[in-house]
């Protein structure tokens, strides 16, 4: 069975950073690509951020860019999110999902229970 | 604003069908996919490239696809399936990945 756990959020000041994890088990995890995506709550989905099985592409949605990098340690079987100058609309839950896919596509096979990430002063 | 368009509610009356549609320049060349998400859960696939149901996936959940819109069908809709839908595919520029703005499906 496929698991995904994200872990690491929290409550956070404007400007600071943080780092998410997702630790993954119950498939191969270098097979896929790997992503997160966020969700304000009682709002719509955000993508965010993906990376291919090996991180040879790696992409980010346009209002995370500069700010966020995504990364994965394949011997770890671990995802991760690297959050810095947070705004407040940052604030949200923020998902780890398994690809369909090595690349970077879709679709979003597998999905997490997600970490909330408040951004607050 | 996304640059894929979802109607924000849709209703459907108990066994009828409905289409729930996404529209999008990029839809024309790129598939869409599409989620299912009940409150306090985490999205589920349940269509995804041309008309593909993941495992467990009933089959009265179908996909198609015309020119820029993509749309998602429940044929015979059931009280369990009132829930928000959203769909996926690629940006315009094919560089990066979008959602539509999903759509909250209300079975009477």
């Known amino acids: 069975e496929v698991q995904l756990v994200e872990s690491g959020g929290g409550v956070v000041q404007p400007g600071r950073s943080l780092r998410l994890s997702c630790a993954a088990s119950g498939f191969i995890f270098d097979d896929y690509a790997m992503h997160w995506v966020r969700q304000v709550p009682g709002k719509g989905l955000e993508w965010v951020a993906g990376?291919?099985?090996?991180?040879?592409?790696?992409a980010y949605g346009d209002s995370v860019k500069g700010r966020f990098t995504i990364s994965r340690d394949n011997a770890k079987n671990s995802l991760f999110l690297q959050m810095n100058s947070l705004r407040i609309d940052d604030t949200a839950l923020y998902y780890c999902?398994?690809?369909?896919?090595?690349?970077?596509?879709?679709?979003?096979?597998?999905w997490g229970q997600g970490t909330l990430v408040a951004v607050s002063s | 604003s996304s640059e894929l368009t979802q109607d924000p509610a849709v209703s459907v009356a108990l066994g009828q069908t409905v289409r729930i549609t996404c529209q999008g320049d990029?839809?024309?060349?790129?598939?869409a996919n599409w989620y299912q998400q009940k409150p306090g859960q985490a999205p589920v696939l349940v269509i995804f490239g041309k008309n593909n149901r993941p495992s467990g996936i009933p089959g009265r959940f179908s996909g198609s696809s015309s020119g820029n819109t993509a749309s998602l069908s429940i044929t015979g809709a059931r009280a369990e399936d009132e829930a928000d839908y959203y769909c996926?595919?690629?940006?315009?520029?094919?560089?990066?990945?979008?959602f539509g703005g999903g759509t909250t499906l209300t079975v009477l």
């Open positions: 990029s839809l024309r060349k790129y598939d």
């Open positions: 996926n595919s690629r940006d315009s520029s094919g560089k990066s990945l979008v």
């Open positions: 990376v291919s099985w090996n991180s040879a592409t790696i």
């Open positions: 999902v398994k690809d369909r896919m090595l690349a970077v596509a879709g679709p979003f096979e597998h």
